[in-house]
């Protein structure tokens, strides 16, 4: 970061006479204000969670003003084609705190936008606030962004600081950021597997089903249902299980759904594509930024051999079928956490 001593109102003599007092201070400095800086910016992510719901298909962005100590505007993207999170933390900040603006910070989880969309640019309305400082969380990937939005402020005259918490703001808009980035949705894989390792009994017999799942579990895969576009199985599980991949255990709007098959299956209506690679290009044409593969094994092992996923929840429960269909294998990955849910295991695996 580029602070000068001056600008921190230091004087330089109280370090001049001892260098490694000099560096010592200055070391704790720099560590306070990163800190400090990371302080506001936890706040911008608590704020731009609140747009999970209506932000969709925008990103979901915080943004807070601060002057000194204080915070004297805060606000996040609430839906898409209203505010962005700037203009709403601008439009918080009082009357009387106005005058403030030339000397305050703004933070804001993503790159405040360059274009003109459904709202004007953001990084133009921060230069006409004139506020002295911007600290950004990470880049925009979106191609009418990609730096435009800091250049903007840079050549403005503005300190632009940028990737506090740079991770952690990527991971919050990770659908977003990974349908901008590579060109595909974000893909999650889903599976329930019995304890020696099947996901379905072997006969395919309609009606059939091996039970995994309990109460709590259901209700967790039905709100990942509610974050992800759309929904993914194979014509097997189509035939066998008859999946309604609805969201009935949780609250939110139910995902398109898509089936993997190369000949559609009467009275299932859904989305058809015969192969891994159109459903995924396909999807990406109509803006779906998430795709969750619920299954079965052949569905799932066709996106796992393609390395054609991001993040995968494996629940695992008590039963044991003896014989059936096996469990998907998944290559280069890492446990990301493990949750119980009564006698049921849920893992978290990220794609490496
Ligand atoms: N426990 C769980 O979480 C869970 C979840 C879902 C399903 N299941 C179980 O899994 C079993 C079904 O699994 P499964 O492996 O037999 O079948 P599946 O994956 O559901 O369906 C296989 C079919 O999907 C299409 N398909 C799959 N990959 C493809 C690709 N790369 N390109 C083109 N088409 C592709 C093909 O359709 P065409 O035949 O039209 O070519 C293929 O025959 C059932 O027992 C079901 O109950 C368990």
Redesign the pocket.
């Known amino acids: 970061m580029n602070y000068s001593l001056n600008e921190l109102s230091i004087p330089v003599s109280q370090f001049s006479k001892d260098t490694t007092l000099f560096t010592i201070h200055f070391s704790l400095l720099t560590f306070n204000l990163m800190s400090i800086d990371e302080h506001y910016m936890r706040r911008c992510l608590q704020l731009a969670r609140n747009g999970f719901q209506h932000a969709r298909p925008n990103p979901m962005v915080g943004a807070v003003v601060v002057c000194g100590e204080r915070i004297i505007g805060e606000g996040y993207h609430v839906r898409c084609g209203e505010g962005h999170a700037e203009v709403n933390a601008l439009a918080s900040v009082r009357p009387s705190d106005e005058h403030l603006l030339p000397e305050s910070t703004i933070y804001v989880s993503l790159e405040p936008c360059a274009h003109y969309g459904k709202t004007p640019p953001c990084a133009r309305l921060i230069v006409e606030k004139r506020l002295r400082r911007c600290v950004v969380g990470c880049i925009d990937p979106f191609s009418k962004v990609q730096g435009r939005g800091i250049a903007i402020l840079r050549e403005a005259g503005i300190d632009v600081t940028v990737g506090v918490l740079e991770q952690e703001c990527l991971d919050l808009n990770k659908h977003f950021m990974t349908y901008h980035r590579f060109h595909r949705p974000f893909i999650t894989l889903?599976?329930?597997?019995t304890s020696d390792g099947f996901?379905?009994?072997?006969d395919?017999c309609p009606g059939h089903?091996?039970t995994?799942?309990n109460s709590l579990t259901r209700m967790v895969c039905h709100q990942r249902r509610t974050e992800h576009d759309a929904i993914l199985?194979?014509?097997?599980?189509?035939?066998?299980?008859h999946?309604r991949l609805d969201v009935r255990h949780w609250h939110g709007d139910a995902p398109l759904r898509v089936?993997?098959?190369?000949?559609e299956v009467d009275s299932y209506p859904a989305l058809y594509?015969?192969?891994?690679e159109e459903a995924v290009r396909g999807l990406y044409d109509r803006g779906v930024q998430s795709l969750l593969v619920?299954?079965?094994?052949?569905?799932?092992?066709?996106f796992i051999d393609r390395g054609l996923w991001d993040e995968a929840f494996v629940?695992t429960g008590p039963s044991v079928a003896g014989e059936?269909?096996c469990s998907p294998v998944l290559n280069e990955h890492e446990l990301v956490g493990t949750t119980f849910y009564g006698s049921n295991r849920m893992a978290w695996i990220k794609h490496r």
């Open positions: 889903k599976w329930a597997e996901i379905g009994y072997a395919q089903r091996l995994i799942s199985v194979g014509r097997h599980t189509v035939m066998t299980d999946p089936v993997l098959a190369h000949n594509f015969s192969s891994v619920e299954g079965g094994r052949q569905t799932l092992q066709s629940e059936g269909v």
